[in-house]
């Protein structure tokens, strides 16, 4: 190999080890900064949020806004870093950082949604903490996010291709109901398509009355 070619691999080798420390060393910087501040403001946390069918999830984190205007551009930095570095936690354990228990219907949508999160799919809200509900009030804002739109159109997460959204002229007595990961879920049990309601049997057993158009935003027929 030509002497100059190989320098300069050489040299290009040594800064992608250098930018990869240096990232590593922010995000684990970042995260002694972050287990501080929740040692310090109790019931705040580093959560996940999704919209009903998946679309626009992100991981959040929770900072005082009093603590975060103290902090360093470098500190401020850092604290991203981590939370961003966290994506790849959520991929692999979607369950961790999730207000969503994962025996709610809607999990299995969840769960499909965070673990193809994308790596700009984070922010940090700061906002006045309440000390007595362990919580910022609702005058949080966004200090800081990653380049993913907040709003987007929304995206469903069809894992199986002949899944179709439920709707009054598949709604039939019979009709099997899957959630967005193509998990069954219920079954029709009775239709009465001009009051907009149908009858469903969940796996259980129990029988419910719904609105056809409510809960053909999250169940599918195939």
Wanted: glycine share 6%; charged share 20%; aromatic share 8%.
């Amino acid at each position: 190999m030509n002497k100059n070619l190989k320098g300069a691999s050489v040299a290009i080798s040594l800064c992608l080890l250098v930018a990869v420390h240096a990232a590593a060393s922010d995000s684990n910087r970042g995260r002694v900064i972050f287990d501080s501040i929740l040692r310090q403001y109790p019931g705040l946390t580093l959560y996940l949020q999704s919209g009903l069918m998946g679309e626009n999830a992100r991981l959040i984190a929770e900072v005082p806004r009093s603590k975060w205007t103290r902090m360093t551009a470098a500190d401020k930095r850092a604290l991203a870093s981590y939370v961003q570095s966290e994506l790849a936690t959520v991929r692999s354990s979607p369950s961790r950082y999730s207000l969503t228990p994962t025996t709610a219907p809607i999990w299995p949508t969840h769960r499909a949604a965070f673990e193809q999160i994308c790596d700009a799919c984070w922010e940090i809200h700061v906002g006045t903490y309440d000390r007595k509900n362990r919580s910022l009030l609702d005058d949080w804002s966004i200090a800081i996010k990653g380049g993913a739109p907040r709003e987007s159109a929304p995206r469903h997460m069809l894992h199986e291709a002949n899944l179709r959204p439920l709707t009054a002229t598949n709604a039939a007595i019979g009709v099997n109901l899957y959630n967005a990961a193509g998990g069954h879920e219920a079954t029709i049990v009775a239709v009465d398509a001009a009051a907009d309601r149908i009858t469903v049997r969940y796996n259980n057993g129990v029988r419910e009355p719904k609105t056809l158009s409510a809960v053909g935003r999250f169940w599918y027929v195939k």
